[in-house]
Structures are given as structure tokens and as C-alpha cells.
């Protein structure tokens, strides 16, 4: 590895405040009390999982006065969508909220902070996408995490696609961390266990980039550190969804994104930006199947992850990449090696002579 390079990052900034436990949830209408003013509504943005499978106990919301929509997550975020549920909010509202309440997973919690930041901000999605293009603080933003390990409820950004530039970047400003969350490791008790795996593992493999990163900053490596210890406990044990275990893996997830505020990702995450562009693969799936291919760079990261798999008895799909096209492999490449500062904090500033295009084919032909 290369010296240690300073991350830049001068002042981060995390989340306001947080309850923390079982039940917390029911804290929610208090909290929403303490912000209401006038007729002003409360509006949810609620993981479509809870409108299949009934609502989460203690959540409570007054439908007469607020406006709850559903998320369908079965696709990640894209700045179109944002903007429709921006005009849904205000077509169906008579001033603009009191809050914004985002209960899901990280799709919906970056649907929950995106609209928070329109509302009040202007203009449309894909003109916030880069670093500290907000200008104005969103509405008072909950988020509430149904499922642990992207971060998304600690981090300062809310990620999403523009099809029409191709472009997945999130709108990185310190106006986009929430100023509440609450975490209650009851509301992950119904994720399938593939999926808790491979967004849990959004956390761990984070971390254990940044770990064998070389931009550094002790505090995020201190935050990186606990959080990789929370999810070897949790991933290692005979029963990765326990209640113990959801609440390690809930604090790992928060922790994780608290870490990402000072620190950067590695190979895993561009080359998962790469599948998520080209082949519409999810992140938390991606960065998985990714794995399969970074032993020669992470060696033990590589054989902790497969025996976290093994011990969960969690499958990862394989040959995602077989029978592409040239031109497909081109677009991977591409998609891949313009993520610079994750690649050069894992490889250093040459990491495009130790990237040329048929290294890049062959690493995604392991996938
Ligand atoms: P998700 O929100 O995409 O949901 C994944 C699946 O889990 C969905 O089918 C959903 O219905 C289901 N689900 C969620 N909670 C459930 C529950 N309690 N019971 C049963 N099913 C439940 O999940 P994710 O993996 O948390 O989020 C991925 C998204 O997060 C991607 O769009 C990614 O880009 C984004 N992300 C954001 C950040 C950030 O800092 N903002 C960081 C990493 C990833
Ligand atoms: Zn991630």
C-alpha cells in the first residue's frame, strides 16, 4: 500500500440526533407533535413492504392530516422519480411539510432526503448531483431504517441515476444528513435473510475498504473499526438475524456511515458501480458478487467474506458477466475506472496502469 494520504475532508458532519433500541419507533408522534405547526402535514415515504405486509406497530401516523406515499424498492432511486414525488407532495398538500418521515431501506431513506432537499431548495433533482450544490437546508428529515448496513441513515448523501446522463451520484451536502433517525432493531425482523446478507454487507466491505485504503483520518477509522467488529459478530454467529444480532448489525450500519463522512471506498464500489450501471444490478447485491472477483487485492477480506457467506449459507449469484458483448465490456470499463478517488485509495494515483482494459475484462469475467 501506498503512504497514508489526508482524506481533504476538513469538517464532517453526522446526524443530529438519534433514539436507539427496541420500541423506539413509538417515539415517532411525540417527536412529529414537537414539529407541528398550523395545518403543515407530515409526509412519509414508506418502504412498499409495509403496505403489502401492514404497517409496523407503534407507527401510527394520522392519515387524516398527513400524506403517507409508498416506495416501490424493487428498483434503486432515479432523479425523475424524485421530481414526480416532489410535485405528488406539493399537488396534494396546501403548504409544504413539517416534516419528512423515510422508513425503509437505503432507497427509501434517499428518497425521503432527496424530496426533503427539492421541497425547499427548487429546481430539480439532477441539478443537486455532486458535492455541495444544496444551498438550503431541506425540510426536518426522519429517517428510520427497516433494514441495516448501507449507512444511508447517517451518511451526507442520497444516491441516485439520471438515465438520461447515465449518471449515479448522490446530492453530497451536509443539508442531506437527517436531522433525526431512530433505530429500532425490531423493524428489521421480516427481511428475507439473502437480502439482510447482502445489504448487511454493504457495511462490512465499506469498512474494510477503507481500512486498506490509504487516504486516512483517525476518526473514521476508529468508526470503520467497530463497525467491522459488530458485523464479524454478527456474520460469524450461528444466527445472523438474533435480536442481539439485528441490533449489533444496526449499530454496525450507522457506525459504517458515520465512517464513510472521513474516509473512501475502494475497488469493490466502482466495480459495482459498474454492474449497476451497465447490467441494472443492485448495490448491495453487486458489491457481493464483486467479491468473487477481489481476492488478489483484499486477500483477507476475500476469505473473511466467504466464510461469512458459508457460515450464513447465503448464495451469490455467479456469471453475471458471461456472454457480454465488446461493447458491453467497454461500458464496464468505463463505468468502472471513473471512479477515481475510490481507486486511488486503493491502488494510489497509478491505478489506471494497474487497471488497463483487459485486467478490468478478466476481473469481470470472475464475476
Ligand atoms: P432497499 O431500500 O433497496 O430495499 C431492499 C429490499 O428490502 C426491498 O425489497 C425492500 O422492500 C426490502 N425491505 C426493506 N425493509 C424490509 C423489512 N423490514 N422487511 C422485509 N423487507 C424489507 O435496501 P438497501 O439495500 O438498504 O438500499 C439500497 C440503496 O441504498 C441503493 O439505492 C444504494 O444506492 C443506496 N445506498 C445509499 C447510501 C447512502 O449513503 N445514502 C449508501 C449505500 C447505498
Ligand atoms: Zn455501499
Known amino acids: 500500500m501506498s503512504k497514508t494520504l489526508n482524506t481533504g475532508i476538513k469538517n464532517a458532519r453526522n446526524v443530529h440526533s438519534y433514539l436507539y433500541g427496541f420500541g423506539q419507533l413509538g417515539e ?49 432511486p432515479k432523479t425523475q422519480q424524485v421530481n414526480s414525488l416532489r410535485d405528488e407532495v406539493l399537488e396534494r398538500t396546501s403548504c409544504l411539510p413539517c416534516a419528512i418521515v423515510g422508513l425503509g431501506g437505503g432507497t ?64 453530497n451536502s451536509d443539508y442531506t444528513v437527517f436531522d433525526q433517525i431512530i ?74 456511515g458515520c465512517a464513510i463522512a472521513t474516509s473512501y471506498v475502494g475497488l469493490v464500489h466502482p466495480f459495482s458501480a459498474g454492474l449497476s450501471v451497465v447490467l441494472d444490478v443492485h448495490h448491495c447485491i453487486g458489491n457481493c458478487i464483486v467479491m468473487r472477483a477481489m481476492e488478489e487485492f483484499y486477500p483477507e477480506g476475500f476469505r473473511e467474506f466467504w466464510s461469512m457467506a458459508a457460515r450464513q449459507g447465503i448464495a451469490i449469484p455467479k456469471g453475471v458477466c458471461d456472454n457480454l458483448t465488446d461493447e458491453q465490456f467497454q461500458q464496464l470499463y468505463r463505468s468502472t475506472v471513473i471512479h477515481e478517488k475510490p481507486l486511488t485509495n486503493a491502488l494510489g494515483t497509478g491505478f489506471r496502469d494497474l487497471l488497463p482494459f483487459d485486467k478490468v475484462v478478466s476481473l469481470f469475467r470472475k464475476m
Open 183 to 256: 433505530l429500532d432493531p425490531e423493524l428489521t425482523a421480516t427481511v428475507p435473510p439473502s437480502q439482510y446478507f447482502y445489504t448487511g454487507m454493504d457495511a462490512y466491505i465499506h469498512c474494510m475498504e477503507s481500512a486498506n485504503g490509504s487516504y486516512r483520518n483517525a476518526i473514521g477509522d476508529a468508526f470503520g473499526e467497530q463497525a467491522l467488529s459488530l458485523c464479524r459478530k454478527v456474520f460469524l454467529s450461528d444466527n445472523m438475524a438474533s435480536d442481539e444480532s439485528r441490533a449489533r448489525l444496526m449499530t454496525a450500519s450507522y457506525l459504517g
Open 108 to 171: 427509501t431513506m434517499d428518497i425521503a432526503k432527496a424530496v426533503s432537499n427539492l421541497l425547499t431548495n427548487g429546481g430539480s433533482a439532477e441539478e443537486y448531483q455532486g458535492w455541495d450544490l444544496v444551498k438550503k437546508p431541506g425540510i426536518y428529515k426522519v429517517g428510520i431504517p427497516t433494514i441495516s448496513g448501507t449507512g444511508a441513515e447517517s451518511t451526507r448523501t442520497c444516491v441516485m441515476t439520471n438515465p438520461t446522463s447515465g449518471l449515479k451520484l448522490g446530492m
Open 28 to 76: 415517532l408522534q411525540n417527536l412529529l407533535n414537537a414539529r407541528r405547526v398550523g395545518d403543515a402535514p407530515v409526509v412519509y415515504f414508506i418502504d412498499h413492504y409495509f403496505q403489502a405486509n401492514g404497517l409496523p406497530e407503534y407507527l401510527n401516523p394520522d392519515s387524516s392530516r398527513d400524506l403517507i406515499l409508498f416506495v416501490d424498492s424493487s428498483h434503486e
